[in-house]
């Protein structure tokens, strides 16, 4: 008899919990904003503050904020309830309300002529965050970081016009916000996180300014923003964590700015103190002949970045080394526009996502390229760290 009543109380504890944890948590979903402050907008989002100048079909909202709603109301989320009805109507929503924005925080545009194919080579980039936060107190839940990159090929020098006009047909037609779904459903997102990681300093050294975009030295924020957001969005994808912004220049008391594309207003969200701090140091960057023919030579693009990741209420380091990465680019010999940044910055994203990668599964060939130092043990530990933050 005993045993027949721990068998149905075992029963009735499994279904309850399949129950609970069937329940999706209720989101508001607040529009479409940028994350940086309104006078940065013009230099850090001159392409998209532009389009938004543009009006809807119905005239109430622009047409990237339209293009956005309609995916988040077609697409099916498996693990939150979206609320899309009191859009930014902030006097509807419940004090305990959890909202959610989506926030573009930068966007870049770099060319150069490819003499192989006789056209100028294109790249658009833009770097957006899934902020969710506590409408009670404007504070941080947790943000996702992800990114687009749109190539554009033309046979004449590619000028604002152009480019403006590329990247409505891509926010209208190609519909890239779709991802936002299936990036949110990997996610287990909760009212409240225990634990949080994020970027808290980059660092570029003095001989790195060489090789980065004329003036960066003394507009240095942007690209720590960029440089952050790069490797903050490596490890949230790679490890379906969400992840503390790093805002350098943009942050007053630890906050984070929200301008939304259909409001006046400007909100500030209050950011948490992670507990593990990461530390980005961009030491320099090394361009190298490797092979020549008659037609193409062969460069080798290396980066050269320390990675700290501790705990400083501990004072507690798991990990503090210096990393390299090295990527191979082919150059037609007759090619004199050669966009040097473009590629040392793509060997970093690529550096980003190998280090990230090998904290869940060690590369013993990846190991070897990036370091002379045996540090297989030590990635291989932050793994415990990540799980600790899901």
Known sequence: MRKKILTLFFFILLISTNVYSSEKIKIFYSGFSFSNSYDSNKNLTKYTSKLIKKRAADKKIDIISESLLKIVREEKFSNINLDTKNLLDFEKYPDNAIVMAVALQHEEFSQEYNSSIKKYSGFYDAYFQIIFYDFSDRSLIAAIPFEFEIPILSSNKLDDKNILKRINNFYLKDRPFKQIVQIINRYNIKQKYDLRIGVTNVNIQERAFNEM?????????????LIAQSFSKRLSENHNVAIVPFTEGQAIGRSMKLKFAQSDKIFDIKLPNPDYHIAIGIKGFKKVLAQSTAVEDLYLYGSFVNFK??????????????????????????????????KYYYNLETLFDDFS??????????????????????????????NKLK
């Open 213 to 225: 975009p004329r003036n960066t030295k003394n507009n240095q924020d942007y690209m720590k923003n």
């Open 309 to 342: 990741i501790y705990q400083p209420e501990l004072n507690k380091y798991y990990f503090d080394q210096t990393l390299r990465g090295v990527t191979q680019v082919k150059i037609p010999k007759e090619q004199s526009d050669i966009n040097d940044w473009r």
């Open 357 to 386: 990668k090998n904290i869940i599964k060690q590369d013993k060939k990846w190991l070897k390229k990036a370091t002379k130092k045996k540090i297989k043990k030590e990635i291989k530990n932050l793994n415990f760290i990540i």
